[in-house]
């Protein structure tokens, strides 16, 4: 039906303008959202090699390949990256900031030059931290823990403390943009009950990332402090206190891991209802459950410090509301599984992410509850347990849900299908390497091998597991790269997409792909409850490889 | 070939066993979840497999499963809640007869001082089936204490005591990591924990000849830093008198009463005016960087050997508050 929309020379938001100047200079949200796309990718590739470098050196128990500061950089440099740099602003910055204004039925974000403000942001702040990485790097681990970052490090601590400073601030413009963008630009007729999941998912977002993030902020710029003027803050000598950074910093950085996936479980709650053909399995529940998950989780961040000297009784406190957090996780898991029953499903690329997102998320909230739990978290607590654990929530459930995302709306963004062949089998090469990169750790970290361990010599025994995991780690490299291939194969031999080659129900399919750059010719007047897909035809099977 | 590819640690303390029974429990509450929703996925994928002829029926949701799946997790979690913080409060609380052994971190290494005098370094003799109490400090960064065996880690703080107990009850060797990231050669803090029946240990005891006991060693530094020309145990001087007052509640000049624990004697020798005693001015020069870690833990053995035996029971039991270890004005 859609096919007319693709017709020869239509104005789109690509061919509006030509030249560098007119993508540097753009205001236009799905321009930033491509500029976005660009650079976190370009990051997750160096933060990938960093990966590379860590599981090389532990394929054998010496520490043989790089010498001990080498590595503890690599691990640092690893995870500041993945989390500064690529998760946070992942899903976010790009389908978020593509889909948002669109999905509420608006021609833009409601500040376009703050949105464009928050991409310089992001690449002032990744230049400066390359530029840290060039003149030597960090090694603090991504966690800077004092007194080690403030007084013992010979590294370019201020210069990393800076750059995630900067970074900050671009998250917290897009977050101010996408809240604001909700309360005020919705079309007439987008009640909040008509929400798209996506939306919801990415206005709790919202609003962790404008309250939690100047927290990270100042605490950042106390380290810088203290390493320059000599400050004291967290010096015992000096009256000061390093356990009060790990505070400040875990008030940020738990409600971190759900700014990281919230995001994820925006795309997979458009993902399942679309593959199924049915409206989401408890709308209401799947909305507020993630408003839950962003004000229960500002209260939890002492759950990563049950070793660290806090009292007994706060332990208790910061576990007994790790386990309410909990819950509405498993909300989510429930009614996206419920979605799928008495469905028309289809296992396209997207749904194969979003069921290996339900599985693996399953098995990095579980591993949660083990951590919640205080007497099982003294043991494997800064093991490779820890490790798994974090990694099935934002590798198996932050980047699997990218991904996901990246080829649902990949017709929308280029215009262009993908292979869905080579879509299929990539999605199963990223779960078998995932799963066997990350499921030996589980073991490893009962065993009782620490984390940030580069020589293991005298643990022989820890081996095995550590070759299965580089095994899995070199499979999960080739999952990766083969859509960075076949996305960009597609961008020229790629069958052009039609307006919406899922017919799925949100309002971003209503527009031409790729969209003009106001998005729609006139604003939609909305008369419709969200995810009717009773009312839907099913897709053309002709964008489904046979 | 299992001596190759351990699957779980082994268990040489009287933690290790409750510990794994609340991991096997949640490893099968977890299993039975994961496969229960793997299985409902795959099933509900093959069953209502997008086919000719059969369309998707609306469902808008239930309240009944909401509530259902909400309160059925909810609870599990209360249960797991409640038992894991049960084995948390034991794992912090030491017996209060416990041995007391004092552990100093620094980059990169173990250093341990027991009562009697012996010293060692990333290496920890124990006997088996005693309560052992580590009272831990760090020279510099943070560290962490972990011995897989026993299930047991605490963070090692500089700048304040953390403590740490356990009871072994299988003899042999163990691995001791340290746990928490601490620059270079983390990976180079490492030890061995020997667990020793009685005899061996003995025989370890006598083999390694200490010269003095850590309070011994304590008393003699004492002297030599002059501190008893103010701190006087038989008479009252320009300090308080310290017989007896460890363990016990301390009335300060600020109105605020606190128990000499150990942390508070290591305050009073390094920041001495955050917490002057009632009726005494804060006249007592910091010893900051001029003690040691393991001169200060040799300083706070003798403090507590000068409470009425038994020494180091770290209990409250014999003084009552407020004794003649309190000086009025």
Not at chain 2, 83 to 93: H, S
């Amino acid at each position: 039906m859609a096919t007319t929309a693709v017709s020869v020379e239509k104005k789109n938001y690509i061919n509006a303008e030509y030249g560098i100047r007119s993508w540097l200079f753009t205001t236009d949200h799905k321009r930033i959202a491509l500029l976005y796309i660009i650079s976190i990718t370009a990051m997750f590739f160096i933060g990938g090699f960093f990966a590379l470098l860590i599981r090389l050196e532990l394929l054998t128990p010496a520490g043989d390949l790089l010498t001990a500061d080498m590595y503890n950089k690599a691990f640092s440099m690893h995870g500041q990256i993945m989390v500064f740099f690529f998760l946070v602003p992942s899903i976010p910055a790009t389908l978020g900031n593509f889909l948002i204004p669109m999905m509420v039925g608006a021609k833009d974000l409601a500040f376009p030059r703050i949105n464009l403000l928050s991409w310089y942001i992001y690449i002032a702040a990744a230049a400066l931290y390359l530029w840290c990485l060039a003149s030597g790097g960090v090694d603090t681990g991504w966690t800077f823990y004092t007194p080690f970052s403030s007084q013992f490090s010979n590294t370019h601590v201020v210069e990393a403390a800076l750059a995630i400073f900067i970074a900050g601030f671009s998250s917290i413009l897009t977050g101010l943009n996408f809240v604001v963008t909700v309360h005020r630009m919705r079309a007439p007729g987008m009640t909040w009950s008509r929400l798209p999941l996506f939306v919801w998912s990415h206005y709790a977002t919202s609003i962790i990332m404008l309250l939690g993030t100047p927290v990270i902020a100042i605490t950042l710029v106390l380290v810088a402090l203290e390493r320059t003027l000599n400050l004291g803050i967290f010096d015992p000598t000096r009256g000061g206190d390093p356990v009060l950074f790990q505070h400040l910093f875990w008030f940020y950085s738990h409600p971190a891991v759900y700014i990281m996936i919230l995001p994820s479980m925006a795309v997979i709650s458009e993902i399942v209802p679309c593959f199924s053909r049915k409206r989401v399995f408890g709308y209401n529940f799947v909305a507020m459950s993630s408003i839950a998950i962003a004000a229960i989780g500002f209260l939890v961040w002492a759950h990563h410090m049950f070793v660290a000297g806090i009292s007994v009784y706060a332990a208790l406190v910061f576990s007994f509301l790790t386990f309410l957090v909990a819950v509405p996780s498993a909300i989510k898991v429930f009614n996206w599984t419920a979605t799928m029953y008495k469905g028309s499903v289809s296992f396209s690329t997207p749904m194969l992410y979003a069921m290996g997102f339900i599985g693996l998320f399953t098995i990095g909230g579980l591993t949660g509850v083990f951590l919640g739990t205080l007497g099982v978290d003294v043991h494997v607590h800064d093991t490779y347990f820890v490790i798994a654990h974090f990694h099935y929530v934002m590798v198996g459930g932050a980047v699997l849900g990218f991904l996901g995302g990246m080829h649902f709306w990949w017709p929308k963004i280029s215009g262009r299908m993908y292979p869905e062949s080579w879509g299929r089998l990539a999605a199963i090469i990223v779960f078998i390497g995932f799963n066997l990169t990350f499921f030996p750790q589980f073991i490893l970290g009962y065993v009782g091998m620490p984390r940030r361990y580069w020589d293991y010599s005298h643990m022989p025994e820890w081996q095995a597991l550590n070759v299965l995991s580089t095994a899995g780690a070199s499979i999960l490299a080739v999952g990766y790269l083969l859509p960075m291939v076949y996305l960009l194969w597609s961008l020229r031999y790629g069958k052009p997409a039609p307006d919406n080659p899922w017919q799925a129900t949100g309002l971003e399919w209503r527009t031409a792909s790729p969209p003009p750059t106001f998005n729609f010719d006139e604003i939609p007047e909305v008369t419709w409850e969200a995810y009717e897909y009773e009312k839907m035809p099913l897709p053309e099977e002709v964008t489904l490889e046979r | 070939m299992f001596d190759n590819f351990p699957l779980w640690p082994a268990s040489a303390s009287t933690q290790s066993l409750p510990v794994d029974l609340l991991y096997i429990f949640l490893i099968v509450i977890s299993a039975v979840a994961t496969f229960g929703i793997a299985a409902a996925i795959l099933i509900f994928g093959m069953k209502y497999r997008r086919r000719h002829g059969r369309e998707a029926q609306p469902i808008e949701g239930s309240l009944i499963l909401e509530i259902a799946w909400s309160i059925i997790p909810l609870g599990i979690f209360m249960v797991v809640f409640v038992w894991g913080a049960v084995l948390y409060f034991d794992l912090r609380t030491p017996p209060r007869d416990s041995t007391e052994i004092y552990v100093v971190g620094k980059q990169w290494m173990w250093k341990l001082q027991h009562i009697e005098g012996m010293r060692e370094i990333n290496q920890l003799h124990v006997p088996v089936d005693k309560d052992i109490k580590l009272i831990m400090t760090s020279q510099d960064v943070i560290h962490s204490f972990f011995v897989p065996a026993f299930r047991i880690k605490q963070d090692v703080l500089p700048g304040r005591y953390t403590t740490l107990w356990f009871r072994a009850t299988t003899p042999g060797t163990y691995h001791l990591f340290c746990s928490q990231y601490c620059g270079t050669m983390h990976s180079g803090m490492i030890g061995d924990v020997y667990v020793m029946n009685a005899t061996d240990y003995q025989a370890w005891v006598t083999g390694s000849a200490p010269v003095g006991s850590l309070a011994q060693d304590g008393y003699t530094l004492f002297q030599q830093l002059g501190c008893n020309t103010c701190h006087n145990m038989e008479v009252q001087g320009r300090g308080p008198n310290l017989r007896g007052v460890y363990g016990n509640p301390v009335q300060l000049e600020d109105g605020r009463i606190v128990t000499a624990d150990d942390n508070y004697i290591r305050e009073s020798i390094l920041s001495p005016a955050a917490k002057v005693v009632s009726g005494f001015k804060p006249i007592m020069p910091s010893w900051q960087g001029q003690v040691n870690e393991e001169q200060l833990n040799s300083l706070v053995a003798y403090i507590k050997s000068l409470n009425p035996p038994p020494v180091g029971a770290a209990g409250t039991s014999t003084n009552t508050p407020g004794s003649a270890a309190e000086p009025r004005d």
